[in-house]
């Protein structure tokens, strides 16, 4: 019961942080069109190595509704979610293969969340043509991957 | 070197090297643009030629759009939406290059030419 409490108590820290972060990332103006370092998945990485995908999942999608829902639209919300869900499957099973650390994990992460979006954008605006940013992402994606993942793996070892 | 840190630097150089192939393949195979199409929610809605200087107000369901061609180039100056991403974008001249504008549903794509190519789907 006790252990139950704690990680419940731990969970709803997890989600207000992940939520103050990207808020605060909201401030930090973007280099390129759709490129954002994604402050919040520092807490998905440390979730994913301390606790285990359901529970990362699980704050994940939390965190994007009520992100959602406090900052954004419902266009941002379909978003949020294909590229938290890409990216959080693409990180699991590279977690459970073994071959890469926190930081690689983290970039194939940052890399298939852009993809997610970036699909999402040519299903919604039935433009093919958007498949021109592709490059752009991809590299936004691997910066992005290695900034959660370092800023990840130092909370994983001092927390 | 750790195994795994020695997987991680072969993933960025993949990733880094199919960027580059794909960015080269855009940059090379697209040759300079003679139209900026407008498409809303979908559908082609007008194009206008790049060689003239105009500025046209595109509107759709949720607001509006400025679309400002100077000198061969298309740009969004102004927009209705909140978050003002497609201000943020380049001006786009090369065929394949597009603006997108995702809260009102409005892309301008610029198309070649010699291809009657459109991009909607």
Redesign the interface.
């Known amino acids: 019961m006790r252990v139950k409490t704690r990680s419940v108590a731990l969970m709803g820290v997890c989600v207000a942080f992940a939520m103050i972060l990207s808020y605060v990332e909201s401030f930090i103006p ?1 280099p390129v ?2 490129v954002k370092i994604g402050l919040p998945n520092i807490v998905t990485v440390y979730l994913l190595y301390k606790c285990g995908a359901a529970r990362a999942g699980a704050v994940s999608v939390v965190r994007v509704i009520l992100t959602a829902l406090l900052f954004g ?1 419902v ?1 941002s919300l379909i978003y949020s979610l294909a590229g938290a869900f890409l990216s959080l499957s693409v990180m699991v099973i590279l977690k459970k293969t ?4 926190k ?2 994990v983290s ?2 992460g940052g ?1 298939s969340h852009n993809i997610a979006q970036l699909a999402v ?1 040519v299903a ?7 498949a ?5 992402l ?2 936004g ?2 910066v992005a991957g ?1 900034v959660v993942g370092i800023a990840g793996a130092t909370v994983i070892k001092r927390v | 070197m750790k195994k795994t840190v020695r997987n991680d630097i072969i993933l960025v150089l993949i990733l880094a090297v199919s960027a580059l192939l794909l960015w080269l393949c855009v940059s090379l195979f697209s040759p300079k643009g003679a139209y900026a199409v407008v498409t809303v929610d979908g559908a082609e809605t007008a194009r206008y030629p790049l060689s003239e200087n105009t500025e046209v107000r595109i509107e759709s369901e949720s607001g509006y759009n400025i679309l400002v061609i100077k000198d061969g180039k298309a740009d969004i100056t102004e927009a209705s939406c909140p978050d003002g991403l497609c201000i943020d974008f380049h001006s786009v001249s090369k065929a394949g290059e597009t603006i997108v504008c995702l809260p009102n549903k409005t892309v301008i794509s610029v198309v070649g030419s010699e291809s009657e190519v459109d991009f909607a789907q």
């Open positions: 973007s069109y759709g639209s266009m073994n071959l890469f650390s930081v690689g970039i194939a890399v954008a919604i605006t039935g433009v093919g043509a958007v021109y940013y592709l490059p752009t991809v590299l994606g691997v290695i």
